[in-house]
């Protein structure tokens, strides 16, 4: 692994500058707004739709995209770019049916979602839920994936790797304390500097290929290259296996199912994440809804871009690695001495020169800290407004919520560190990327069952709501953990495949997929014993859902763009 010297240095210590600098100038600009809460958590009415877009990507685009993707790339090529793609076509639908209910409503957060469709219970349940899942998996997996990674690419040490999660949850505080506001308009500045030093990566690991394999340094040849010798990298569906599928190609099945992937799970993580989430929606709720149209359709462009920047990286370590090169950078932090695919993005990042090794490690920083910031925003605003406001002190001025937003960004901080210190959770076991989906996956049918039925089933009632978190966790628990166990590997419902370890295992999306539509069916059961209008039912017009002729027309390109490239790698 290449050392850092002074060029490399200089450029991340200017990155760190321009952003603390820009970052400080914002909060004293605005000082006086921070001070109200629906600026502090929203940034209400400030950010443009270029700054909502930036905003979404640097907090969605963090270590799990560039080393949990990059190793999954590594593992299974092009198929997980899936999970991008499809986002992209889940932002439409978000921009297009799921803001303009959010803004026409007046909601600032999901809990208050919750509790103004629904009611308090509702609301309360599903607030301690996320402050779970923010904290215990997304906060502490970022946080731990991107110590591994800076780690790996300084060549440093256990005690450098504790020494990095304390410098990034000190840089990330920094900016978060100052509000959405101060979190929305340094996104833009991480976010150049995570495409720039993202594909300035991309275009040496592919030069780097091209030139072992005899083609000169040309990133082009290079793409080429790793087609010809990783073609099984190159599918976006996986078949379904069979007695003569290796143990690889189950693997691989287990974590993409082929279309059974496109018909059930991959549309829950995507519409829950991008559309029922705090983390991001926080972004456009402060919004007009043309701003937050555009603003989110923006983040559709950019997510186009994102496997070109985490996934190729991946892919160019895997065919290195088979042609011999690689091998001591692959093993790093082994524990079984097999090879740890989440070691690729750094492995790549060795090949980089002096001074482009500054600016990738600026851009990865810039990724996790982003992300760090805007989750952490989004656990203070679900703890003040949600738990703090209404249970704790109603009585709470604005400077005080501010506060107690500040402080709890600082004890979420502090237990994602005391969880990362040892990787308590088991991070790093299965890839950080698959770490992160599946225990999100847990929460996402029943999350994602409540809202479309909030949304638009007038007759959906508390009780089916209370009933569909209840039972919509539970249900995922049984078919990620116990079904294959309780009624066999092979049902009407379900194939189970055994995974590396020998186990039987039925693949995470089809089980949030049976999870959720079971979770419907039981919600849509509770409520038949309802009023045909549920007095908590929102009020829709058409109108609401119409678009600008610009919007259409980024919705048109967007399609355009994802289907040729189906066509291209199906």
């Known amino acids: 692994m290449s050392k850092l010297l002074f060029q490399d240095k200089l450029i991340f210590v200017i990155y760190f500058i321009i952003v603390a600098s820009y970052g ?30 930036a905003s979404l990507i640097a907090s969605n685009i963090s270590a799990e995209q560039f080393i949990g993707m990059s190793g999954n790339g590594f593992t299974i090529g092009i198929a997980v770019a899936a999970y991008e793609w499809i986002a992209a076509i889940a932002l439409i639908i978000v921009a297009v049916w799921f803001i303009p209910i959010y803004l026409r409503n007046k909601i600032y957060t999901m809990p208050q979602f919750l509790k103004t469709r629904y009611n308090e219970t509702v609301a309360l349940i599903m607030a301690i839920f996320w402050l779970f899942l ?20 300084t060549g440093g040490t256990e005690n450098n790797f504790h020494i990095i ?77 069979d007695a003569g599928s290796t143990q690889h190609e189950v693997d691989n099945y287990l974590t993409i199912p082929g279309l059974l992937s496109y018909a059930c799970g991959i549309w829950i993580v995507n519409l829950n994440y991008w559309g029922c989430n705090q983390y991001i929606t926080q972004r456009a709720l402060g919004a007009n809804l043309e701003t937050a149209r555009k603003g989110i359709l923006f983040a559709g462009f950019l997510k186009l871009l994102m496997p070109v920047i985490v996934m190729l990286p991946g892919i160019a ?35 980089l020169p002096n001074g482009l090794i500054g600016l990738s490690l600026a ?15 989004s656990i203070s605003t679900i703890f003040t407004l949600d738990i703090y406001k209404k249970y704790i002190n109603k009585e709470a001025s604005e400077q005080k ?3 107690t937003g500040r402080i ?23 890839g950080g990327f698959t770490f992160i989906q599946k225990y999100t996956g847990f929460v996402s049918p029943g999350v994602l069952a409540i809202f479309l039925l909030g949304f638009f089933w007038k007759r959906t009632t508390g009780a089916a709501a209370v009933a569909g978190v209840i039972v919509g966790f539970l249900l995922s628990v049984l078919f990620n953990v116990y079904a294959p166990s309780w009624f066999g590997p092979d049902t009407l419902l379900y194939t189970a495949y055994k995974n590396s370890a020998g186990n039987y295992e039925i693949p995470f999306h089809i089980c949030m997929g049976l999870a959720f539509v079971f979770t419907v069916i039981i919600m849509v059961l509770i409520s038949l014993g309802g009023p045909k209008v549920n007095q908590h039912a929102l009020k829709l017009d058409k109108a609401m859902f119409k678009v600008s002729p610009g919007v259409l027309a980024m919705i048109v390109i967007t399609l355009l763009i994802i289907s040729l490239l189906y066509v291209r790698f199906w």
């Open 317 to 351: 370590a895997y065919v290195l690695h088979q042609k011999g090169l690689l091998q001591a950078e692959m093993l790093a932090n082994s524990k079984n001495g097999q090879v740890v695919s989440d070691n690729a993005y750094s492995a790549i990042l060795g090949y």
């Open 363 to 377: 851009a990865l920083t810039a990724a996790i800290v982003a992300s760090l910031a805007g989750k952490a925003n």
């Open 24 to 53: 400080y100038y914002i909060y004293r600009k605005k000082k006086k707004a921070v001070t109200a809460t629906h600026d502090f958590f929203l940034a209400e009415g400030s950010l443009t739709w270029w700054a909502i877009g």
């Open 408 to 430: 709890t960004i600082l004890a979420a901080v502090i237990i994602s560190i005391m969880l990362t210190w040892h990787d308590s959770l088991g991070i790093g076991g299965e």
């Open 401 to 403: 919520m501010v506060w």
């Open 134 to 153: 923010y904290v215990f998996v997304n906060l502490t997996s970022i946080l731990f994936l991107g110590a591994v990674a800076i780690n790996n690419l």
């Open 165 to 241: 999660i304390i410098a990034l949850s000190i840089f990330a505080i920094l900016i978060t304390l100052g509000g959405m506001k101060v979190i929305g308009f340094t996104d833009v500045i991480q976010v150049l500097v995570l495409i720039i030093g993202g594909l300035a990566t991309t275009y040496v690991a592919l030069t780097v290929v091209s030139k072992e394999f005899g083609y000169g340094e040309n990133a082009l040849a290079g793409f080429n290259a790793l087609i010809k010798n990783a073609p099984d990298h190159f599918h976006m569906i996986f078949k379904k296996p």
